[in-house]
């Protein structure tokens, strides 16, 4: 199982992008279902999670009200919708999957597959 991510750029502070990641190859039973970043030099930290129903949603303090997770349980695919990006949230992204749908998670270490990153450049 690969996770393809997508979405990243160079934008503005105050800007917006959204995010996408899909998996290919064998996906069933694999739901995605958070997104991580690590900036230079720095350790990859949590950015948000949903969980596989969707009807839960955990974020890092400093993204709430300002980035949103989805899912599209159809085509297991996970969105993150960033508005009003800051120059500290630059980073390179990474979409995480696990292979169970229950529960909702802030740890790298509950998660199975790792996307390859997508770099998010924010400019002042």
């Known amino acids: 199982v690969q996770l393809q991510a997508s979405g990243g750029g160079l934008v503005q502070a105050g800007g917006s992008l959204r995010l996408s990641c899909a998996p290919s190859?064998?996906?069933?039973?694999?739901?995605?279902k958070a997104w991580f970043r690590q900036a230079s030099g720095k350790e990859r930290e949590f950015v948000a999670a949903?969980?596989?129903?969707?009807?839960?949603?955990a974020y890092k303090d400093s993204v709430k009200g300002r980035f949103t997770i989805s899912r599209d349980n159809v085509q297991n695919t996970v969105y993150l919708q960033m508005n009003n990006l800051k120059p500290e949230d630059t980073a390179v992204h990474y979409c995480?999957?696990?292979?169970?749908?229950?529960?909702?998670?802030?740890?790298?270490?509950?998660?199975?597959?790792w996307g390859q990153g997508t770099l998010v450049t924010v400019s002042s």
């Open positions: 190859g064998r996906t069933s039973r694999i739901y995605l």
């Open positions: 949903v969980s596989g129903s969707s009807d839960n949603t």
């Open positions: 995480a999957a696990e292979r169970t749908v229950w529960g909702i998670s802030r740890s790298s270490s509950a998660y199975d597959y």
